[in-house]
């Protein structure tokens, strides 16, 4: 039987290197689903209520502007992801992207993902002081305490 990954990805150097750990370390035939939930905040670029603040009415463009390249640096980062994949041997047909506006929270809507029959969740450590992942809490460690009856990975 094939296994089933699910690498969460954005656009971060931890990201990257859970995508490098998997191509270095599994074995090519295995399917892999890069997922990749964005913020909800684009849904105010289409917002057109006489109670948006001025401020914000007037720098609306802007902000729409920031979603799109914030979507842009995604989908780059999901296509170096799959050459990476597929340097390593990886056949194209066995890599998959997946970009998802964010619905319930990000590590939520990544376990939602993995409940659709993955084996294993792969997901890059965020670089931050012990202290400061108790207090704020990470991805990661949302994922990590929110899933069952899945392997979890979290790369350094």
């Given at each position: ?7 969460a ?8 290197r ?29 917002m ?29 980062a ?9 340097a ?16 319930k ?5 990544i ?42 990975l979290?790369?350094?």
């Amino acid at each position: 039987m094939a296994q089933k990954i699910l690498i969460a990805l954005d656009d971060s150097e931890n990201a990257a290197r859970a995508v490098n750990y998997v191509a270095a370390n599994f074995q090519n035939h295995a399917t892999v689903t890069l997922f990749s939930v964005l913020s909800d905040t684009a849904s105010l670029c289409d917002m057109n209520s006489p109670e948006l603040t001025p401020l914000f009415k007037s720098q609306q463009s802007s902000f729409c502007q920031l979603e799109d390249k914030k979507r842009s640096l995604v989908s780059e980062a999901c296509d170096k992801s799959k050459a990476t994949l597929c340097a390593a041997g990886w056949d194209p047909a066995y890599v998959n992207t997946k970009i998802e506006p964010k619905r319930k929270g990000i590590a939520r809507d990544i376990i939602q993902e993995a409940s659709q029959g993955y084996d294993l969740i792969v997901i890059g450590k965020r670089g931050v002081s012990g202290i400061r992942d108790f207090f704020l809490g990470s991805i990661s460690q949302k994922v990590l305490q929110l899933a069952k009856n899945i392997s979890v990975l979290i790369v350094h």
